[in-house]
């Protein structure tokens, strides 16, 4: 049997990473109580850091950590944070490294009052902007494009009128929803692709903005909308109101993996339940895919709906034979020869009594790099099943993603580089079989013009260029000349001349 000896983190690798989650309250005087439950219920989409600022009208504060909510935020911290406005952040780096300086929600204190900002997603044209802002004179405190967007709005209006969002928001190009906050509005925006949710809802008199509905549920908040595709919404005293910053209409883009991984199954985004999604996606995993087997098997906990959909369709038995540890925290120690396929064990454990001698089925929501689906299925067959077979209730992923979700390199995804039965025998399935992309947006019951599915198609609705995105890596990585070298070269050119 082999062995694989890697920590905790390696072990995550292998998963695709989520990007943010956004919350916001305006109107209630526990508005940071309530934005730390808010985060609470969306810590599936970010576990490296969290933060909440608050405004009491007259002056911001604020507090952010590294981890999970639930350790960055105590009662003594909360009980810190007075005002009856917020903003708060769960976050995963998509860009910008997993420091605290990088944690939102981000603030800067220019002319106009103090600003607070909490951005889900990723700006395609970040690099083009910071170097013109910083040719101006900007100094950027972290390596995130959210802090683009904060100097954005610390800029006067170029056409007069003081409607700085507007400017700042016709500038900024890619995925983008964002709550931000003054010392007297909380606002809320989205892309005019419209790739990342963000929703509205009243609790009492009290205004919220979530990136999912599951946030408001948790709260009691009542669901009243969706944030349209490149709305902007200003609550005040005043109450809501609303603008569209892009009155010429943008494709719709919404990012069809959130339907597939990332959001929460309690969630509803467009109207559409995101469980009910699912396990249509597995029913039609079953019509596109009969196969004859015993037992239908989900990789928990984002497999779970769609395997049970292909159970109800294929009348398949369903079981959970795998166990998920839902208790796995960061471990800086290394398994030794005492544990044996760490990577394995350490998120699932199989019940081997539920599959021994059968034809097993494994449904899972994606397969990325591969990894860890073959530690699935060697699991398995180690625990005597007789076949099995691999089903993916989304299409093979084939290119990266530019608008916030960590998918490599397009070197680095299986099914951009290998076949369909190369990939099998590397698994060491029985049969491999993908859900068609007709089947996918068959399930969500949207017309396939409302979605981004650049990761399957290669089709892109914001053009990105990738040396761009190299050369924010390279800046990153410290390849760029330091000062002192710089000051070196500029004396060189002095003697020159």
């Given at each position: 049997?082999?062995?694989?000896?890697?920590?905790?983190?390696?072990?995550?690798?292998?998963?695709p990473?989520?990007?943010?989650?956004?919350?916001?309250?305006?109107?209630?005087?526990?508005?940071?109580?309530?934005?730390?439950?808010?985060?609470?219920?969306?810590?599936?989409?970010?576990?490296?850091?969290?933060?909440?600022?608050?405004?009491?009208?007259?002056?911001?504060?604020?507090?952010?950590?590294?981890?999970?909510?639930?350790?960055?935020?105590?009662?003594?911290?909360l009980?810190?944070?007075p005002?009856?406005?917020?903003?708060?952040?769960?976050?995963?780096s998509?860009?910008?490294?997993?420091?605290?300086?990088?944690?939102?929600?981000?603030?800067?204190?220019?002319?106009?009052?103090?600003?607070?900002?909490?951005?889900?997603?990723?700006?395609?044209?970040?690099?083009?902007?910071?170097?013109?802002?910083?040719?101006?004179?900007?100094?950027?405190?972290?390596?995130?494009?959210?802090?683009i967007?904060l100097?954005?709005?610390?800029?006067?209006?170029?056409?007069?009128?003081?409607?700085?969002?507007?400017?700042?928001?016709?500038r900024?190009?890619?995925a983008?929803?964002?709550?931000?906050?003054?010392?007297?509005?909380?606002?809320?925006?989205?892309?005019?692709?419209?790739?990342?949710?963000?929703?509205?809802?009243?609790?009492?008199?009290?205004?919220?903005?979530?990136?999912?509905?599951?946030?408001?549920d948790?709260?009691?908040?009542?669901?009243?909308?969706?944030?349209?595709?490149?709305?902007?919404?200003?609550?005040?005293?005043?109450?809501?109101?609303?603008?569209?910053?892009?009155?010429?209409?943008?494709?719709?883009?919404?990012?069809?993996?959130?339907?597939?991984?990332?959001?929460?199954?309690?969630?509803t985004?467009?109207?559409?339940?995101?469980?009910?999604?699912?396990?249509?996606?597995?029913?039609?995993?079953?019509?596109?895919?009969?196969?004859?087997?015993?037992?239908?098997?989900?990789?928990?906990?984002?497999?779970?709906?769609?395997?049970?959909?292909?159970?109800?369709e294929?009348?398949?038995?369903?079981?959970?034979?795998?166990?998920?540890?839902?208790?796995?925290?960061?471990?800086?120690?290394?398994?030794?020869?005492?544990?044996?396929?760490?990577?394995?064990?350490?998120?699932?454990?199989?019940?081997?009594?539920?599959?021994?001698?059968?034809?097993?089925?494994?449904?899972?929501?994606?397969?990325?790099?591969?990894?860890?689906?073959?530690?699935?299925?060697?699991?398995?067959?180690?625990?005597?099943?007789?076949?099995?077979?691999?089903?993916?209730?989304?299409?093979?992923?084939?290119?990266?993603?530019?608008?916030?979700?960590?998918?490599?390199?397009?070197?680095?995804?299986?099914?951009?580089?290998?076949?369909?039965?190369?990939?099998?025998?590397?698994?060491?399935?029985?049969?491999?079989?993908?859900?068609?992309?007709?089947?996918?947006?068959?399930?969500?019951?949207?017309?396939?013009?409302?979605?981004?599915?650049?990761?399957?198609?290669?089709?892109?609705?914001?053009?990105?260029?990738?040396?761009?995105d190299?050369?924010?890596?390279?800046?990153?990585?410290?390849?760029?000349?330091?000062?002192?070298?710089?000051?070196?070269?500029?004396?060189?050119q002095?003697?020159?001349?």
């Amino acid at each position: 049997m082999e062995k694989h000896f890697v920590n905790w983190w390696r072990v995550l690798q292998h998963y695709p990473k989520h990007y943010c989650g956004v919350f916001g309250v305006f109107g209630h005087p526990n508005a940071a109580e309530l934005t730390y439950y808010g985060l609470y219920a969306l810590q599936h989409r970010g576990q490296e850091s969290a933060g909440i600022v608050t405004s009491d009208g007259q002056r911001f504060h604020a507090h952010k950590g590294m981890g999970l909510v639930s350790q960055v935020f105590t009662g003594n911290a909360l009980r810190e944070l007075p005002g009856h406005i917020a903003v708060g952040h769960t976050r995963y780096s998509t860009t910008g490294s997993s420091l605290l300086r990088n944690a939102q929600p981000l603030t800067v204190d220019c002319a106009r009052g103090q600003i607070a900002i909490a951005h889900n997603g990723n700006l395609t044209n970040a690099a083009k902007l910071r170097d013109e802002l910083e040719a101006r004179g900007s100094i950027f405190q972290t390596t995130v494009d959210s802090e683009i967007i904060l100097h954005l709005l610390a800029q006067p209006s170029r056409n007069g009128h003081g409607s700085t969002i507007v400017d700042a928001v016709r500038r900024i190009e890619g995925a983008y929803s964002l709550v931000i906050m003054t010392h007297k509005e909380l606002i809320g925006v989205r892309d005019p692709h419209g790739f990342r949710p963000l929703c509205i809802g009243k609790l009492g008199q009290a205004w919220v903005l979530a990136s999912e509905t599951c946030a408001l549920d948790l709260i009691h908040a009542k669901f009243v909308r969706d944030v349209e595709p490149g709305e902007i919404v200003v609550i005040n005293e005043k109450g809501l109101n609303s603008f569209q910053a892009f009155p010429e209409q943008q494709r719709r883009a919404f990012c069809i993996f959130e339907y597939i991984y990332f959001a929460r199954p309690d969630s509803t985004i467009a109207n559409r339940n995101v469980y009910k999604v699912r396990v249509e996606m597995g029913r039609e995993l079953a019509r596109e895919f009969p196969i004859k087997a015993d037992v239908v098997v989900p990789v928990p906990d984002s497999g779970n709906c769609a395997a049970l959909g292909y159970s109800l369709e294929s009348g398949i038995p369903f079981e959970m034979a795998f166990v998920r540890n839902h208790y796995v925290g960061r471990s800086f120690l290394q398994p030794t020869q005492l544990i044996r396929d760490f990577d394995v064990r350490v998120k699932l454990n199989l019940i081997e009594e539920l599959v021994r001698g059968k034809r097993v089925i494994v449904v899972d929501d994606s397969i990325v790099r591969g990894t860890t689906c073959k530690a699935r299925v060697n699991n398995l067959k180690e625990a005597g099943a007789k076949e099995v077979h691999v089903l993916v209730s989304c299409p093979p992923h084939m290119h990266p993603c530019v608008y916030g979700i960590d998918f490599p390199d397009r070197s680095k995804l299986m099914a951009a580089n290998h076949s369909l039965e190369e990939i099998r025998k590397y698994l060491n399935a029985d049969s491999l079989h993908y859900l068609s992309q007709g089947g996918m947006v068959k399930a969500t019951g949207l017309p396939a013009n409302s979605f981004c599915m650049a990761c399957y198609d290669g089709n892109y609705p914001v053009p990105y260029d990738p040396d761009l995105d190299k050369e924010i890596i390279e800046r990153r990585n410290g390849s760029l000349p330091t000062i002192a070298e710089s000051l070196a070269k500029e004396k060189a050119q002095i003697k020159l001349l």
